[in-house]
């Protein structure tokens, strides 16, 4: 059986509405789907994780006339990109393979790997993080996490304790310890995203002798040699008090999921406590990374 398929660019507020409009045309199932793979931090517990990309997608039986679906849609106001409003044939298939078949292994500088579970590392001699794809974000596609990877396989982690705040599948915290920190912790206002930086943990065959996640007001009372958060840029700035009172005197700080419009603001707010390097971009995005000086405490 062959089936048809809309995706729909949307923001979060909207994507209600847009689902209740699609059921309303016929639409059998509904996904929602991160536009650009981005990085995600709850600053309020419990809500809908929604990215500020969303897209909708509706599978309709192969019988169903969309073409009033699609004229509604082009004229409704809460679609962010009325020229994506395609109908896409949809053939049965073995669609666990199918979706297997569109992830591949991937290489972040010269020795860091993040590899499927179903696929053979390419090197096996290197770093290699057995990451599936899966709803809590982070398994390396995006610019933001790329960015973070890089900065860590370059860097001296010998003995270091991490955190990874808005630590999602918990990919950077685990490539912190197969790259040589003894503890890495991950935190995350999502409790999913906490279950998923264990069980990522386990299957990597890692502890939590040297590597554990925590809602945020569970984090026990450290310092970090590094502290990780590839987050966004609102809860970035609401949050870099804190931020900074996690880490070391002379520790770093690698801060992603900024957009290039957005550096300044978090070169300002962060320069307070840091000694910031220039800022590294790929694909629009944007990690600042710097040094904790002792200039001026955490307030």
Known sequence: MSWQQIKVNTTPEHSDAIETSLLNFGAVSISFLDAEDQAVFQLEPGGTILW???VVVALFEKTTDLAA????????EKVTNQQSLLIEKIEDQDWERAWMDDFNAMQFGSKLWICPSWQTP?????????????????????????????????????????????????????????????????????????????????????????ISAYLPDQLPSTQADVL?????????????????????????????????????????????WFDLAPPAIEDGWVRIDGLRNTITPPS
């Open 69 to 76: 679906c699609v004229q509604f849609l082009s004229n409704d």
């Open 122 to 210: 390419p090197e096996p001699d290197a770093v290699n993080i057995m990451l599936d794809p899966g709803m809590a974000f982070g398994s390396g596609t995006h610019a933001t996490t790329s960015l973070c990877l890089q900065w860590l396989e370059q860097a001296d982690l010998n003995n270091a304790i991490v955190i990874d705040y808005g630590c999602g599948s918990g990919v950077l915290a685990i490539a912190s310890i197969l790259l040589g920190a003894k503890q890495a912790l991950g935190v995350d206002n999502d409790p999913q995203a906490v279950l998923a930086t264990v069980d990522n943990s386990a299957r990597n065959n890692l502890d939590n002798s040297v």
């Open 228 to 272: 990780m958060a590839n987050i966004l840029c609102a809860p970035l700035l609401e949050l870099s008090s804190l931020l900074a009172s996690l880490v070391k005197c002379s520790g770093s700080i690698v801060l992603s999921g900024i957009l290039e419009d957005q550096a300044d603001q978090i070169i300002e707010q962060y320069s307070q």
């Open 52 to 54: 500020e990309a969303t």
